[in-house]
């Protein structure tokens, strides 16, 4: 039942109001049944309501759905003289649309509604993955729908296999009753796109097509070889040939190449002339390389020695098969020599020289006058060269077959040509190319080795650009090395190495470095000058750049690594050191500074206590010093008394008197157990007594045990600085 309130509302559920004077609009039309709708998603939902009365120019007709969503009424049909149907359509539907709609009529005397009615959207199934391939063939397709995991709804009522080629020309769409089908009657070597429709019941049931599997049919074999081969021109070196063109229908295969197969008599005669025929071989054109294809098809053989009857043919291949044109017999002229062998040619590189070697063509047909051997730069990893001016050309007598190259750039790779020549002229030139080596970069000039800012446990420096030679700087690295007084000499000169291997500050105990990288940093972050605090306990580019040990001397090495070629350059400069921080005990306690390794003694400076942590290593290292020391004692002793059994035993043959000596022994060894038991007691009351002494509310060690509190200093790891 419809209730309609007094403010004009309606509800048609008695149980969702409170108690409420209400009154049934009477005037208002009344609604029988509305039928709920099922349609598939983007189609229109019909609506139809039944009315009983008139249609009235006043009456608002309109269908109204729990989602918020409305339609417009679009038509009425009588039904008879009291009652007709109105018709309301939900367009373009989608899944958020389902739910539940009711017919609502309002005038001034009221609002009337209808029951509500469903809307079932579908969504058209789609196949979440694309279908298997099986099988492949020059002309075929074998594939596996793959349609059993679906997004959408179902039923499934049919499939259709839909394919096409890469260009997006559709060819057919075929449906399909078993879960494999074969595509037949497609092109060889043609990629296609394969998808999977699948539909529902419904108008627009069919969804989209699913994943597309993309694959290839074989090629096939060529149909024939090339055709009406002939000669073009004749040289004394080279001959040139043509054909009838061919295209796909004759190669049936995107992928192919094509090849001049020849052989000749080998040159000279005489002692050759029992010598096998040798089949050469040369590419004319191949898809799959940088060989282009001429605008005419024609191809020269080149190379080829003077006065010599040549057999050439073509080949046409492709990953299937191969088939050959007829056989074609050439005699060529005579002419300059051949060719200088392009094995050669010999290169050995350096950073500003290419030594360059090579020897007279095998077949001469006559006396070498001389080699010209030309150059040119034609690439630089060094974007900063200017190339223009490294250009030349160089004459060598016949009895010459080397030359050094100077003068040249770094890391720049060069072009040479070479060709002999004769009374007849020069013969075909040969082009290799070379590449001189890189230069490790020019680090900037360092004046003095003073930070900008130093603190206990960080060294603030500046990092200046370097220069690029051959190569562009790639990267910056910051090593942190401990240096000893030790390693340098009085009025020795330091000879500065870079460091090649990289070692994390985590490896550098576990390798026993004395260095480890703090940084590395790009080329783009060092444009310009720039500070850099090492010991900032930050990670730059994976390497951790731990804060520094106060009581350790640091050299602070900055270095520029140039890579290209698969070579790898460094240079690196010495911009700052650190000195250690020692703590030492007087009357009161103070800092001393220790120099680092080649600088003068700094004078000391009461800046920091010693740490308690320190302190308390220093007594442990001792009582394990002493302990071990102990154990020692008592293995030397024990040692000793077997050594003097087995001398006495020689000498003493009385029993009587044996005991007593095993008796002495026994005496003796518990003597020398009591004197280690008061030795290590000894000591541990040191190690007390070092802790009773006390300055200023901390505990200090007393000057007898400086010597141990320092060696612990050296050897152990603040908590403070790496937890």
């Not at 057919?172 to 539909?199: A, F, M, N, Q, R």
């Not at 044109?325 to 020599?337: A, R, Y």
Request: proline residues 7%; hydrophobic residues 35%; aromatic residues 8%.
């Amino acid at each position: 039942m419809v209730w309609v309130l007094e403010d004009g509302l309606i509800c048609s559920h008695v149980h969702e109001l409170s108690v409420l004077p209400v009154h049934v609009s009477v005037s208002t039309p009344h609604f029988l049944h509305i039928k709920g709708v099922e349609v598939n998603a983007r189609q229109t939902a019909s609506f139809h309501c039944t009315v009983n009365g008139r249609p009235q120019s006043n009456l608002l007709l309109y269908l109204q759905g729990m989602g918020g969503r409305q339609a417009a009424i679009r038509e009425t049909k009588p039904v008879n003289s009291r009652r007709y149907v109105a018709s309301f359509d939900v367009e373009n539907t989608t899944k958020g649309d389902s739910g539940r709609y009711r017919c609502i009529a309002q005038s001034d005397h009221g609002v009337g509604v209808s029951p509500y009615a469903d809307l079932t959207v579908k969504q058209p199934p789609v196949p979440i993955a694309p279908p298997q391939l099986t099988a492949v063939g020059a002309t075929y397709l074998w594939i596996q729908l793959n349609a059993n995991s679906i997004n959408g709804d179902g039923p499934i009522m049919e499939r259709e296999v839909e394919y096409r080629t890469l260009s997006g020309m559709l060819i057919d769409t075929t449906p399909v009753d078993k879960p494999t089908h074969k595509i037949g009657h497609l092109d060889p070597d043609t990629e296609y796109e394969i998808s999977v429709l699948l539909t529902r019941p419904l108008e627009g049931g069919t969804g989209n097509p699913g994943p597309p599997l993309r694959a290839r049919t074989k090629c096939a074999d060529p149909m024939h070889g090339p055709r009406h081969l002939q000669v073009v021109a004749v040289e004394s070196k080279q001959v040139t040939v043509s054909w009838e063109p061919f295209g796909y229908n004759v190669t049936r295969c995107h992928s192919y190449n094509l090849t001049v197969q020849y052989c000749h008599p080998p040159a000279g005669g005489g002692v050759n002339r029992d010598l096998k025929e040798e089949v050469q071989e040369e590419v004319v054109y191949d898809t799959l390389s940088a060989v282009p294809q001429h605008a005419t098809p024609q191809h020269t053989v080149r190379n080829l020695p003077p006065f010599t009857n040549v057999s050439l043919r073509l080949v046409l291949s492709n990953p299937e098969g191969q088939k050959d044109s007829e056989e074609l017999l050439v005699l060529t002229d005579e002419d300059v020599p051949g060719s200088v062998p392009v094995d050669s040619i010999l290169g050995s590189s350096y950073e500003q020289q290419i030594s360059l070697s090579w020897r007279e063509p095998m077949q001469t047909y006559g006396v070498i006058r001389q080699y010209e051997i030309s150059y040119k730069a034609l690439s630089s990893f060094d974007t900063e060269f200017d190339l223009s001016n490294q250009s030349g050309k160089v004459f060598k007598p016949a009895n010459e077959t080397t030359h050094v190259f100077s003068g040249l750039y770094p890391g720049s790779t060069y072009s040479f040509t070479i060709r002999a020549s004769t009374i007849k002229g020069f013969g075909p030139p040969v082009i290799t190319q070379f590449t001189t080596k890189i230069s490790a970069p020019l680090m900037p000039a360092y004046d003095q080795e003073s930070p900008l800012n130093q603190t206990d446990s960080s060294v603030t420096v500046l990092l200046k650009p370097a220069q690029s030679r051959g190569a562009p700087v790639s990267k910056y690295q910051v090593v942190v090395e401990e240096e000893r007084p030790r390693r340098q000499r009085r009025g020795a000169a330091e000879i500065l190495r870079c460091y090649p291997v990289p070692i994390h500050f985590q490896n550098a105990t576990l390798l026993n470095s004395q260095y480890y990288f703090s940084a590395e940093l790009s080329m783009n972050e060092l444009r310009s000058a720039t500070p850099f605090c090492v010991g900032d306990n930050r990670t730059y580019g994976s390497y951790w750049n731990a804060p520094l040990l106060p009581h350790k001397s640091y050299g602070i090495y900055y270095q520029a690594v140039s890579t290209a070629n698969g070579e790898t350059k460094i240079d690196c400069v010495r911009v700052a050191t650190k000195a250690a921080i020692i703590v030492t005990q007087l009357t009161t306690p103070y800092i001393r500074i220790a120099p680092a390794a080649g600088d003068k003694q700094l004078p000391g400076a009461a800046t920091r206590k010693p740490e308690p942590e320190q302190e308390k290593q220093s007594d442990h290292t001792v009582k394990i010093a002493g302990g071990i020391a102990g154990i020692l004692l008592f293995i030397i002793i024990f040692l000793g008394v077997i050594l003097l059994m087995k001398k006495r035993r020689r000498n003493y043959h009385s029993y009587t008197h044996y005991l007593k000596l095993a008796k002495k022994r026994k005496e003796t060894l518990s003597s020398r157990q009591e004197m280690t038991l008061m030795v290590n007691n000894s000591q541990h009351t040191t190690m007390a007594d070092t802790h009773r002494h006390t300055l200023n509310g901390r505990t200090v060690s007393s000057p007898s045990t400086f010597s141990m509190k320092t060696n612990s200093i050296s050897t152990a790891m603040p908590n403070s600085y790496y937890p």
